[in-house]
């Protein structure tokens, strides 16, 4: 059984900041990618930043140089610090891992139960 549990979300004003934590806990062998999803209402979930164990991150073009994704593979924690934020980053933000839960397993995607992120104009 493999859980990832987030923290960190809330109301922020728009130009504020927030950062993001998510765990992963339970039979884990390995975790290749980690990263965040996020869905606004009425719209599809997108990825928003994504990081491999070897430390390459992939970010979307709207949250280029306002956000960083980290991880501590230590810890199989990810985070996301969110700067500058604008209204258009209202959003219930999920927290995404493929990984192994033994050795010769296969990878699959784990994903939290998602926090909200609503910033205000």
């Known amino acids: 059984q493999v859980q990832l549990v987030e923290s960190g979300g809330g109301l922020v004003q728009a130009g504020g900041s927030l950062r993001l934590s998510c765990s992963a806990s339970g039979t884990i062998f390995s975790i290749n990618a980690m990263g965040w999803y996020r869905q606004a209402p009425g719209k599809q979930r997108e990825l928003v930043a994504a990081?491999?164990?070897?430390?390459?991150?992939n970010y979307a073009a709207s949250v280029k140089g306002r956000f960083t994704v980290s991880r501590d593979n230590a810890k199989n924690t990810v985070y996301l610090q969110m700067n500058s934020l604008k209204p258009e980053d209202t959003a219930v933000y999920y927290c995404?891992?493929?990984?192994?839960?033994?050795?010769?397993?296969?990878?699959?995607?784990?994903w939290g139960q998602g926090t909200q992120v609503t910033v205000s104009s």
């Open positions: 990081i491999t164990s070897g430390g390459t991150t």
């Open positions: 995404n891992a493929d990984l192994k839960t033994a050795r010769f397993g296969t990878n699959y995607n784990y």
